[in-house]
Structure formats: C-alpha cells, structure tokens
C-alpha cells in the first residue's frame, strides 16, 4: 500500500505547489522510492479541454487521451513516470459520475449529497493504482478555504483517518511576503492559513513558505510554534533562476528528510541526486546561446505554451547552449507585406499549435520565411498544416489552399482544403468517428498514436528508429490526397499513420532543418531525457549561430 502525500496550498495561488509536489517525487525517487502524483483541480469543468488557453494555460496530454492541468507536466519532466487519465480529475468529472450513477439507480434510491456521495467518489479516485508504488503525492489546486474546493479538503480529511495511522501526511504550502517598508518577513498570513485548515479538521505537518529569501531563526521557530510543527518541518521555497534547481534547493531545506521523518522512516535511504547535480551544471553553465522565436497566437500568456517553452530548454541543455526565447505574436503578420524585419537574427523558429482562424496567415509568413531563407523550422501540429498551406499555395502551384476549419472559402469552387476535419481514424484496434457539430470536449484525436518514418529521411536519422509513438491533440489533418502534388513540389511526407491514411510528419530535404510534426513532441521531453526533435532542433540553431 502506497504512503500519501496531500499537498495544499493557502494565501494566494500560483505559488508553484505543482512544482513542489514534482520536485518532491524526484527527491524521494532519488532515494529509492517509486512514486505517482495526482491532481484534483476544484474547478466544475470536466476538464481543461475547452478552456482557452488565456484562461487555464496549456492542456497536458497523456499517452491515453486523457486532457489535463499543466501541473501533470511538471510531474512528468520531473519523476519520468507517465501520467495516466486516472491521475487528474475535477469537481466537474466527479459531481458527472456520482449524477450518472444517480441516473442509472445505483444509489438505489439514497438521497444524493456532497457527504458521503461526492466524497466517496473523490476518495475511490484516490485508492486507484494505490498497491503499485511506494509513494502517492496528490495535490488539491485552488487555495484553502476556497469553496469550490470543500468537498476535496474534506475527502482527503476522511481519506487520512480510513487509512492506518501514518500511511497519510499533509504538507502546506504558503506564501512569507517581506515588507520592505518596514524591513519584516510577515508570518501572520502563514499563520491564518493554517488555522482555515485546521478548522476543516486537517493539521499540516509540513509547511512549505514561499520567500524571497532565507527564513532567519526567529521567524522559523515562531511558525514553527503558532503553526504546530516542528522547526526542522518549516521548509523554504525561495526563488530560484531555473525551475530545475528545485529538487537541489529542496534537498538542501531538508524537504525529503522532513517528509521521510514525519513518516517515521529510519533509517532513511541515502539520496543519489547525480541526475540533478547534471542538469543544474547544464543549466548554469551554456556554452553559448541561441535565440529562438516562438511565433503563436497566444503569446502574451506563456504558460499557454509550457512544455515547449521547456522542452527547447531541453533541447539547449542537451547541446550546452542557453535558449533564448521571444515570443511573436503570430496575429501582427497577418497584413504584413514582409515579416522580415521582424524575425532577422533569430536562428530557428518554431511555430506551434493552436485553434480558430486568428493568426494562421502569419503562422504561414512565418514558415515561408524560414523555408525561403533557410532557417531552421519546427512546426508543431497546426504549425505542420501552416507549413504544407504554404508550401501548397507558394511551390505546387495551389493558389486556393486552405483548412476546413478556418477558411471561409470551403465549399467555393477554387478552394482547396489541403487541411480537414478529422470525421474517422483508427485507435488501437477500432474505427473512431466524429462529425463537425459533435461536442467539443474530449472528442479530438488525442493521446499516443503510433507512426512509420520513411528510411532515410531526416527524421528517421533523429529518432534512429523508423517507428515511433507520439501524443495527438487535434480535429484537423493534412488530406492525403495532396500527397502526389506536394511531393512532386519536393515537400517530403516522411512520416505517416501505420495504414498510410494519416500524414505525421513533412520535411523539405532540400533545406538545412525544416520539420512539421502532427503530433506534439513537446509533452514527453525531460530534462535529463531530451526529446530528440527538440534536440537536434537546437542544434541544428546552434550551427547557425556559429555562421552569424
């Protein structure tokens, strides 16, 4: 049976809770223990899927279609375990079941209500895969004392007093803020969020204090004693240049031993934190420099584009070079005559994915940019269909090209859908259909799919292998049917579905580095794992910068 780690949070959000937990399962994993982290978001959505991403960031994908929070990301890239769907779930997905029993009689009768009914359901979520690891860190979003969220801290409450009597710790994340006015680390906050926790019957045993700096002696051990933990329990969570000194900032606080201590584990295992001793040393110390631009529709939010911001840090440290990052807005291309000016002196440029009309016709300036002066290009699933319009519209001669979902020609004689709605595909062993006014929620193509490379193209020599499996999330695909056209243009479909129907990935293998990939490689890079397009997308803007 699997140790549970609840991490909550109080006084503001966006503390990086998400964070600690994933820094957290690599510290344990580092001392041997195998671990799994969940996320329960209060929120009454279903899940993410249909929410902008100005609204709720990016929207991890898992290997089994599951939509999720970008907290599930963070996970990954930290502990290397895959998510799975039933590790993320919403007030939303939970009152959706417990009503779907109630429709269906199962409650025989049972007045419905949040206590037991929703409660038990949170807490069957939570006993899921319980016998498989040695540890569950789950984490409640939002913040103490938010309503939304009551049914969560009360089933986690009931969760801890149904197990065996130190199988569950709480661990409590808050903010210090220093006033400079008058020179002073502030603990009353702290202190009132504890106590809004203890009133709903839960009692941290670890505090987590988000500060600019150290928490000095003094502040410690009066948390320590208004806040009922021990001082050696009063963890702080500084600020830090890199995300990826986390696991070494926290095992210095003595986050890891705090937790193994409160588990009455001794004698503790020995930490081998060689992994993140690496990655920090590729972090700290680049070699160089390379500046990519990353030409989206939703730039003003970069949380919206997390795992590839991550993921080409990634790609810098496996080539020990800095990745410069600077966000273009995608929507200021579309009337421009020239979009040179604006992307000179960038040595690569990635082009990622997206929803809706607004900003596709910079998307395609941008990769005809690239394509026309030789910069490396990576395009990320609506960045592939942008670069096989243009390369439709601009090399084979197909003035009219366009995509079902945003082009408002569809149906005219001269239009060209080289882009359309995905109505059938295949996943796994069955036939999946979807027609244009289904709901939207949950219905893209989404999770791992398998591909088949063409031997001797460029992709196949990055991979080193010609068959691979990456994660989808979309309703529109390149058509097939203009393979024949493009190909004689010299555009190269170098990867497809495993039955031929389904276009994975283009390259121009004319140019030095120009790839559109379906799929987003993003979401199963690491640091210590880099995803090998990412890779080898970096170095091939590394060689650039070394000609300028």
């Keep these: 049976m699997a140790r549970y780690i609840f991490i909550t949070g109080g006084v503001v959000s966006s503390l990086g809770k998400g964070l600690a937990s994933a820094a957290l399962g690599a510290l344990l994993q580092a001392r041997g223990y195998s671990v799994r982290l969940r996320k329960l978001d209060p929120y009454l959505n279903v899940d993410p899927g249909t929410m902008s991403p100005f609204e709720h960031g990016e929207v991890f994908v898992t290997d089994d279609g599951a939509e999720t929070d970008l907290d599930l990301g963070h996970y990954e890239r930290f502990t290397g375990v895959a998510a799975r769907a039933t590790d993320s779930v919403s007030s939303g997905r939970v009152y959706s079941t417990v009503l779907e029993k109630e429709r269906r009689g199962d409650y025989l009768g049972k007045t419905i209500q949040v206590i037991p009914h929703v409660t038990n359901e949170i807490k069957d979520f939570l006993s899921i895969g319980d016998d498989e690891v040695d540890f569950m860190l789950c ?10 969220g009551l049914p969560f801290f009360e089933a986690i409450r009931q969760f801890s007093q149904d197990r065996p009597r130190g199988e569950c710790i709480f661990m409590h994340l808050t903010l210090l803020p220093f006033i400079k006015a008058s020179g002073e680390l502030k603990t009353k906050p702290t202190q009132h969020s504890v106590k809004e926790l203890r009133s709903i019957g839960i009692a941290p045993d670890i505090l987590v204090c988000r500060s600019e700096g150290p928490i000095p002696v003094k502040e410690r051990e009066k948390l320590a004693l208004f806040c009922n933990v021990r001082p050696d329990s009063v963890i702080a969570a500084q600020d830090l240049k890199s995300i990826y000194e986390a696991p070494l900032a926290y095992h210095r606080e003595g986050l890891d031993q705090a ?29 160089g420099e390379v500046k990519v631009a990353i030409v989206g529709k939703y730039t003003q939010l970069e949380d919206a584009y997390k795992s590839i911001a991550e993921a080409l840090t990634h790609g810098g440290m496996a080539n020990r070079v800095r990745v410069r990052i600077e966000w273009v807005d995608a929507e200021i291309f579309d009337k421009a005559e020239d979009v040179g000016p604006s992307l000179e002196g960038y040595h690569a440029i990635l082009v990622p994915g997206g929803f809706g009309e607004r900003g596709t016709e910079g998307k395609i300036k941008a990769a005809q940019y690239a394509r026309e002066h030789k910069v490396p ?42 882009v359309y709605h995905l109505k059938e595909w295949v996943q796994g062993n069955h036939k999946v259909s979807r027609q244009v006014g289904d709901d939207k929620g949950g219905t893209m193509r989404l999770g791992a799919y398998n591909a088949t490379l063409t031997e001797g193209t460029k992709v196949a020599a990055i991979y080193g292998t010609t068959q691979i499996d990456e994660r989808h999330r979309h309703r529109y695909e390149v058509d097939v049917k203009y393979r024949d056209q493009l190909e004689q243009a010299g555009l190269v ?5 495993p039955d031929g129907s389904l276009p994975e990935i ?13 799929f987003h490689p993003e979401l199963k890079s690491k640091p210590f794992d880099p995803h090998p ?3 080898d997308f970096v ?10």
């Design 139 to 148: 984490e409640i979003g939002g913040t103490v004392g938010d309503i939304e």
């Design 259 to 287: 937790v193994l201590d409160a588990f009455g584990i001794h004698p503790a295992p020995k930490p081998n934190l060689t992994r993140w001793d690496d990655v920090a040393d590729r972090i700290y110390n680049p070699e």
């Design 506 to 518: 283009i390259e121009w293998p004319d140019h030095p580095w120009f790839i559109g990939v379906q």
């Design 539 to 548: 170095r091939a803007a590394k060689e650039v910068s070394r000609l300028v």
């Design 493 to 497: 479909f170098s990867g497809m579905s």
């Design 377 to 418: 290009y990576l395009g990320i699933c609506l960045g592939m269909q942008m670069a096989v319009i243009e390369a439709a519209r601009n090399v084979a001669g197909l003035d009219a090209a366009g995509s079902e979902e945003f082009d408002h020609e569809a149906g005219k004689k001269r239009f060209e859908p080289v």
């Design 533 to 535: 397009l990412f890779k």
